[in-house]
């Protein structure tokens, strides 16, 4: 009686398992997946005796250019871009940086940018987790800072960031089609 009682347990708990799994619906994997980038880069993939932290981390999806015409057609110049897909892109610093000559605080923020052919406005923006440039709210810039384009000979398919070293801080690079664009980070290191 107790090796039937058992298997009966058993064979309701296996099917209440599996009727708790058949019921969840995971969305379709994204054609802008989302990506990090971290200042160190190598900042999340330190050995357990290094303690050192990422000062700078970005949130941002990876549109992909698929024969399409970028900046000026896709990417309008003179419009607010939400400098990737999907969700606005993010930044996070770990401590206070200068930017354009502005000091600005730790903690989360926006990116945004406005292409033109020679140059990009990139923006800082106390506004986050909103869906796109939509509902962009220039009242909230923290900073705006113009940066020279640069022409690149080779294709990047991926819309991408990295970060390279200065003496005094970091500069973002952003790089889409034949466009890159650097923006220079400031802080004590």
Known sequence: MK????????????????????????PNVDSSPMDAVYYPLNAVKVKKEDT???????????????????FGVLEQFDKVWRLGANENTEIYFDKSVNIGGKKIKAGKY?????????KWTIIVNKQTDRWGAFNYDEAKD????????????????SFSMTFTDLTDGANLVIAWDTTQVTLPIYFKK
């Open 110 to 118: 926006a990116l945004f940018a406005i292409p033109n052919k020679d």
């Open 142 to 157: 923290i900073i705006r800072v113009d940066v020279p384009v640069t022409k690149l000979d080779k294709v990047i398919e």
């Open 52 to 70: 050192s932290m990422p000062i700078i981390k970005v949130l941002y999806s990876r549109p992909m250019k698929k024969g399409r015409e970028i």
């Open 3 to 26: 090796k039937l009682s058992l298997c009966l347990l058993l064979a309701l708990f296996g099917l209440a398992v599996n009727a708790q799994t058949a019921a969840v619906k995971f």
